[in-house]
């Protein structure tokens, strides 16, 4: 988690959340940013993990569900479950893989 900690503080703002969720899954908000923002922040926050876990000669991948609510949801629970959702057909079409998915009503 550490290892991961600085690579986060290089790409999120201070005004972003991160939560974990549990075991290996978390969640980023990243406020007011838009979908072009959103694809690639989560791509070289993956690619930076990655050369991390390489470097350590750890055998792990990352799989990330991305959305961008142009609308928002009625709650943050519908913004998670969507994102969740994401991220596991990433995971169901093959390891390290990042779906996007843009919500606009």
């Known amino acids: 988690m550490e290892c991961g900690k600085t ?3 290089y790409y999120i703002r201070v005004i972003d959340i991160i939560a974990r969720f549990g075991g290996d899954e ?3 908000l990243l406020s007011e940013t838009g979908a072009e923002a959103a694809s690639l922040v ?3 926050l ?3 993990l990655l050369s991390i876990m390489q470097g350590n000669g750890w055998s792990v991948t990352f799989s990330m569900g991305v959305v961008t609510f142009e609308i928002f949801p ?3 629970d519908e913004m998670i479950k969507v994102a969740d959702s994401q991220m ?3 995971k169901k079409k093959g390891k390290n893989r990042t779906h996007h998915k843009i919500i606009t009503e």
């Open 7 to 9: 690579s986060w503080n």
């Open 26 to 28: 978390f969640g980023i």
């Open 42 to 44: 989560a791509r070289k």
């Open 46 to 48: 993956k690619n930076k």
């Open 74 to 76: 009625d709650s943050v």
């Open 88 to 90: 596991y057909s990433a």
